[in-house]
């Protein structure tokens, strides 16, 4: 596999022959959490941030990464410079390791993997036409707390974005089990009413997305108000602009949902002004690393 | 590994030795289905409606199993012959196979694992004197297809487990978004009243069960008033009797629920028709298979 970079549990490895015990319970039952960081020119945009979250995502199911930071930081750049990409997605991973059963064994070998690939979302927003979503069917389970973390159950997220792609549009929204927005597939949502920008709180069943917080610090800087507040689906009616963030592509402009323009109908100013200091900041190197 | 025998892609292999591409998106992304059964003297135990739900489940996300029936019963049994238990726990799993980013590949290339191992769990519900359950604070998402097959996001159900033994009881009872029973973390749920007989039916979230719909035969041939009915949790202060079914547990008695006692607090006496009627013919070999 040209282009590829795998740390696995404390050394590099070659991505087309290594692998991953059948009975690893990432596998078996998505028991395990993970990250997805943008690196560009060999620096991991977010790195400290990022590891953060992923301990975070632990913690909440029980699970001991069994790396202290400096190791990690050290297996992910090592990857990252083997890869030889100047943009690439960097994805850490940490399952409960081989068991069988739903509980977890009494001595867990938790599998830690870091597999560096080339970058192929788009990166700059601000460049960026805008999306088109549609409410998907399947609601973001609030009431569990895999809603908050980044955990290896993605299926929900999966077949959500394939019900968009049979709509003909590029992303689904997800409502919550109350019906409030929550976010896209792989995405936090942020939406402009009057000026002012609202994102849901945790508390909708939506992930402390690092490129969000990063947003709300750089709408803070940038004299922008904007705040964490539950979201009902019609303030779309009112919405002047839509855009989602994550680490992969910055900030993306939403210029329909469920065949409703937002606003215009294309990317507005806030969200350009915004996607243009995120993708600046990264591209200078000045976000923090 | 002992006792474990592995079938991959379609051919016996060593179980310490083979393993998954940790780009697997059954490993990244929870993206695959599966079915666990048990095998008693190297017969598995309800193989044809296990193969039959396993593409069932394949189907409601899209994934194409790259065996037919011959091909799987030829594998499981080649592994089951190889561990050489009398009783082992076979698990059959398919995955997307390899794949970057959330949406699948344009061409999939799937895995299928069939794994044997000892069978650790409790056979003759008969003989058990019952199970305690709290209710979990996680509620079953009946608005996702993946409550309604056998994902390898089960995540869900490993944390609501881990929840119930933090209150010192065995198993937690999942109630869906609505409120109304759904199931156990890994168990179909049934429960009497006044003499009769009723289970969630599968809009309520509730996963297809092979012993369930088993349950609902034999109820029906021994003559026991048996339907499938939305039930509240409130029925829980009228039941005389509440049961778990699962392909590797069988018939297993609920004797009480959040502190609780279902009924005169021991096994009822339908249940231990039901699981001894199960158990019997499964043990004589008269068990479809």
């Known amino acids: 596999m040209k282009d590829h970079a795998l740390w696995l549990n404390g050394r590099l490895v ?18 395990g959490v993970f990250e997805t960081m943008l690196a ?21 199911i029980g699970l001991d990464v069994p790396f202290d930071d400096p190791e990690l930081v050290h297996g992910i750049k090592e990857a990252v410079t083997a890869c030889g990409l100047s943009e690439a997605t960097v994805r850490l991973t940490t399952s409960r390791g081989p068991g069988p059963g739903l509980e977890p064994p009494q001595t867990t070998s938790p599998t830690t993997v870091a597999s560096v690939v080339p970058h192929t979302g ?51 929204l997800l409502l919550n089990t109350k019906g409030l927005v929550a976010c896209g597939t792989a995405s ?3 939406v402009v009413v009057k000026g002012a920008i609202m994102t849901p709180p945790m508390r909708a069943g939506v992930l402390p997305g690092i490129t969000r917080s990063y947003i709300l ?16 689906p019609e303030v779309f009616r009112d919405a002047t602009e839509v855009f989602l963030t994550n680490s992969l592509t910055g900030v993306l402009p939403v210029i329909e949902i469920d065949n409703m323009a937002v606003g215009r109908g294309r990317p507005g100013e806030i969200t350009h002004l915004l996607a243009k200091s995120y993708s600046d900041a990264m591209l200078a190197g000045a976000y923090y690393g």
């Open 14 to 31: 070659s991505p087309g022959s290594a692998g991953i015990s059948p009975f690893d319970r990432g596998f078996t039952l998505g028991d």
């Open 40 to 60: 560009l020119n060999g620096k991991v945009v977010g790195l400290t941030r990022h590891l953060g979250r992923l301990r975070y995502s632990a913690g909440v």
């Open 122 to 172: 788009m990166l700059h927003g601000a460049e960026s036409a805008g999306i088109r979503m549609v409410t998907s069917s399947i609601r973001r389970n609030d009431t569990s707390p895999l809603s908050r973390i980044k955990s290896l159950n993605y299926l929900d997220n999966v077949l959500a974005r394939a019900e968009a792609r049979r709509h003909g549009v590029e992303d689904a």
């Open 188 to 190: 936090n949502i942020f």
């Open 217 to 232: 610090e750089l709408a803070s800087r940038l004299g922008i108000a904007c705040e964490e507040a539950e979201i009902c």
